[in-house]
């Protein structure tokens, strides 16, 4: 049967003022800096908020209408990858990314459990050998099962942490058997409420643990996909241990894990975290340890993790200056983790906020390419350090400087003269730049 009888192929079509179900902005065969949007933006949708979200909220019911939600049990499951490879199709995304819990119910024991999982993992490995759509991520739900209410890796419990690991280790297979690229960690309920009854030093240390075991299962079946730890500041947990890019970078640095691990970074969890999402993308770069990304975005008015589609022209810019100075995302992607609002309740809306997803990089992907093309953060940048380059400032870069050179350098300076930042010019600048091509996609 069709689940989304509506909807046809959707298609670019650009020049259009009012939003339809076609792409205004996203063209995929279009080519960018030398390679095509889809090389570059490497789509995917998330299975959890587009085909199991209810859309419920903490004062009410779930409020979408869902064509499979009139099944149950094992056959809803079946229903959701049947929806799901229908909603590939006429998407046209690359990717998908799923948690085990999405694609199949818990049985009353791990055995059981698996068993479920072994059912919907044959029938999905089936449709992806007639779909052009592959596995961009996969993970393991570690935080909705109540037995997961001290944490996982980080549990208290060590029945709890051998649930993990054994949970993990299914994953892992089913990440080799359908080919994801990567595997990733949210650390869900990974940190605590309180000190008073936590042993801090002794959860990370497990945590370390539980990571080291997971590489060393991946490397035994031959499973090569690239890890991913997904920072988050806090919700549901008071503190996360992965808070942010720069701690969750920190940690894996502490125990030897870097090599293995790099970082899935989410807009939300940037914002929740007091940073940017461009900020936290600099920070990964920076150290080499970008791996994929989340796309969404919040809502500064609401505290919590709001999961929007993103539309924010300004950040989808940002982000993706940021992704194509780090050459792209590699074996990463442009994950859509992300919900529809509960009063867009119609099978269509899923549509209709994937475009808006997808249009919003596609037109952030091309300002940033102009913006790096014109250099107009890098002559700026360039020319602001440009003491640094000369003089006493080159000496402080190469290592020839000392406290007792930097003193006597400065100790009869009667003057130093600062100049500014332009930080509202540069701001106008990338304005112009985003409605200027904007523009030109509506008359091209």
């Known amino acids: 049967m069709a689940y989304f009888p509506n909807v046809s192929k959707i298609t670019y079509s650009g020049k259009q003022l009012k939003s339809d179900l076609s792409f205004n902005h996203y063209n995929p065969k279009e080519v960018v800096a030398g390679k095509t949007m889809e090389e570059h933006l490497r789509f995917s949708v998330a299975y959890w908020h587009t085909f199991t979200e209810a859309g419920t909220d903490p004062f009410g019911a779930g409020s979408k209408v869902r064509p499979w939600d009139r099944f149950s049990g094992m056959d809803l499951a079946k229903a959701r990858v049947e929806a799901a490879f229908e909603f590939f199709e006429k998407l046209g995304n690359p990717y998908f990314c799923f948690h085990d819990r999405d694609i199949a119910p818990e049985g009353d024991t791990l055995r059981e459990t698996n068993k479920n999982l072994d059912v919907i993992v044959a029938m999905i490995k089936d449709y992806m050998k007639t779909s052009k759509v592959k596995l961009l991520w996969n993970t393991a739900n570690m935080f909705t099962n109540p037995r997961f209410m001290h944490g996982a890796a980080s549990s208290c419990n060590a029945d709890v942490f051998a ?3 054994a949970q993990v280790k299914k994953a892992l297979e089913i990440g080799k058997e359908l080919g994801a690229e990567n595997y990733v960690f949210w650390g869900g309920r990974e940190g605590y409420e309180t000190l008073l009854n936590t042993d801090m030093k002794l959860e990370q240390e497990n945590m370390s643990r539980f990571f080291h075991m997971a590489v060393d299962y991946a490397k ?8 991913l730890i997904e920072p988050k500041p ?3 947990t008071k503190h996360q241990y992965d808070f942010d890019a720069a701690t969750a970078i920190a940690f894996l640095k502490t125990y030897d894990l870097d090599k293995d691990f790099k970082l899935n970074l989410e807009a939300n969890h940037a914002t929740l975290a007091g940073h940017t999402f461009e900020h936290e993308i600099r920070v990964a770069r920076t150290h080499g340890m970008l791996g994929s990304l989340d796309a969404n975005q919040g809502d500064p008015l609401l505290g919590w993790d709001t999961d929007e589609f993103p539309t924010d022209l300004y950040s989808t810019t940002l982000a993706m200056y940021e992704v194509l ?3 792209g995302l590699g074996r990463g992607g442009l994950n859509f983790d992300a919900k529809t609002r509960r009063t867009s309740f119609t099978p269509e809306d899923l549509f209709y906020a994937h475009i808006a997803g997808m249009d919003s990089f596609a037109l952030g992907l091309k300002v940033a390419n102009r913006l790096i093309e014109d250099r107009v953060f890098d002559d700026f940048i360039e020319e602001r350090y440009s003491s640094y380059k000369e003089g006493i400032g080159a000496d402080i870069v190469s290592g020839r400087a000392d406290f007792k050179s930097l003193e006597n350098y400065i100790l009869d300076k009667k003057e130093i003269t600062n100049q500014s930042g332009r930080l509202e010019q540069l701001k106008n600048t990338l304005n ?9 996609g509506a008359l091209a």
């Open 163 to 165: 649930y993990a690991a």
């Open 220 to 227: 035994e079946i031959g499973f090569d996909a690239q890890f």
């Open 234 to 236: 806090k919700e549901p």
């Open 325 to 327: 100075k780090n050459d």
């Open 432 to 440: 112009h730049y985003i409605v200027q091509e904007a523009y030109q």
